[in-house]
């Protein structure tokens, strides 16, 4: 391939992105409005016309402003690329001192602060001012800056040697580098799952083992039923920075913990709680985690692979507008994950409806071994609470929603509430 036809094809992809989200949004935003005054039918009764006005508002506002992140994420790209600052900021980095490790891991740097600088913005106002006119935001300037260091030290501390093993198996591994660089990536995934629950989750927010009461023993009953080994119930003060609910698993093998936000317990009945927790565990059950993990396995091999024979052609840097830098390899790695994303966002109503499957499955599992009713009335008013919308925009939804449209998942439910599955079934759906 000659390196224009590679700037051709990068610039057509780039545009093709762009221009099939910027669709996809404008569909989105002009199908829930057009849906704003009539609350769909399955749900009449259940959530008023005034929450569901405000569940499109902002739905309309958020969908706005990811409007305009795409738009900055494609200039901020072609800047880089087209606009040679890849380019400029690798002869810049060059000029560091002798060792070209530190030259790399200088220029990565670079790179991800310029993106978090452009990104920055979008998430301030998304907080303060998005989540601040519809009553969800409860952080403070404050909490946001030091939420912003902290995250910002995690990610030097993980991303730094990460980023240094990479390109120290470049230049010292030989042909079959990318091997090894899957298998560090592995191990990083690993470490990962092991150290956010005990070492990062923690520098964000307080966990306090759950309280005895109804509720734990309820939870406890469940775990039980299910045959699932815990070490431990966790409260998670999710209030501290916003209204939004959530619940989830986390950690490995029998270091495993579950962690339910506060203003879920809050909101939900124990029995709604319970119907919940039952979905989560179900997508531990049905090995949707390990199936996920298998998957990404399989990709992040293609991906490095794909990476290992780019990174020996020389139109992919100049294609890209950088001159050749086999000395370089971070050069290579900046450009490499920088343009992915252009060229797999086809992909992405693929990875939408293999979660959506898993979602429907776990609502099954959620209806086996808690109580289809309850996790339709905790769906109900996590939608409400959540101001999320009722009626997405059907093809924005294939390509964007991990979970299934509301309407569709509370009818898969609702089926199984009217056939209760057998005996299965302990508090009588
Ligand atoms: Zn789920």
């Known amino acids: ?47 008023g016309v005034d929450a569901h006005r405000k569940a499109a508002d902002y739905t309309v506002a958020r969908t706005r402003l990811a409007i305009a992140s795409s ?31 530190l030259q790399d891991l200088l220029l990565v740097v670079a790179v991800a ?15 303060f001012a998005i989540e601040a006119r519809y009553g969800f935001n409860r952080t403070t300037p404050r909490t946001w800056l030091a939420d912003l260091a ?23 591994a030989g042909d079959l580098w990318w091997l090894w660089a899957w298998v560090a990536w592995i191990g990083f995934q690993l470490l990962l799952f092991v150290l956010y629950p005990t070492l990062i989750a923690p520098l964000f927010n307080t966990f306090t083992p759950m309280p005895e009461g ?20 966790w409260l998670m003060d999710g209030s501290r920075r916003s209204s939004h609910g959530n619940a989830y698993f986390t950690g490995l093998g029998r270091a495993k913990r579950i962690v339910m936000f506060d203003t879920l317990v809050a909101r939900l009945s124990p029995e709604e709680t319970e119907a919940v927790l039952a979905h989560e565990l179900g997508h531990y059950k049905l090995a949707h985690i390990a199936k996920r993990l298998a998957w990404s396995a399989a990709a992040s091999l293609a991906v490095f692979a794909l990476l290992a024979w780019l990174m020996r052609s020389d139109w992919f840097y100049t294609g890209l507008y950088v001159p050749a830098s ?104």
Not at 150 to 172: D, E, S
Request: hydrophobic residues 55%; glycine residues 6%.
């Open 1 to 47: 391939m000659t390196a224009s036809t590679f700037t051709t094809i990068f610039l057509a992809a780039v545009a093709l992105t762009l221009a099939l989200e910027l669709w996809l949004a404008a569909r989105h935003i002009a199908h829930v409005r057009r849906h704003r005054d009539a609350v769909p039918a399955a749900f009449a009764g259940r959530i």
């Open 71 to 101: 738009i900055a994420g494609t200039i901020l790209l072609v800047a880089l690329t087209r606009g040679r600052g890849v380019a400029f900021l690798t002869g810049l980095t060059g000029l560091a001192g002798t060792s070209p490790l």
């Open 113 to 127: 602060l310029v993106a978090a600088l452009v990104s920055l913005p979008f998430s301030a106002y998304a907080t």
């Open 150 to 172: 902290k995250g910002a030290l995690v990610a030097a501390l993980l991303g730094l040697p990460l980023a240094a093993l990479l390109i120290a198996l470049v230049r010292w």
């Open 214 to 233: 109804p509720l734990r023993t309820r939870i406890e009953a469940l775990l039980a039923r299910c045959g699932f080994a815990s070490r431990g119930l």
């Open 326 to 429: 086999p000395d370089r390899p971070g050069v290579a790695l900046v450009l490499f994950f920088l343009v992915l994303p252009v060229f797999t966002f086809l992909l992405a109503p693929l990875a939408s409806w293999y979660s959506r499957r898993h979602e429907y499955e776990a609502d099954a599992f959620a209806a086996k071994h808690a109580s289809a009713g309850a996790m339709v009335s905790a769906l109900v008013r996590l939608y409400e609470d959540n101001a999320a919308t009722l009626t997405p925009d059907p093809l924005h939804s294939a390509f964007h929603d991990s979970h299934p449209p509301a309407g569709l998942r509370i009818a898969r439910l609702e089926a199984l509430v009217r056939v209760p599955a057998s005996s299965a079934v302990p508090e009588g759906a």
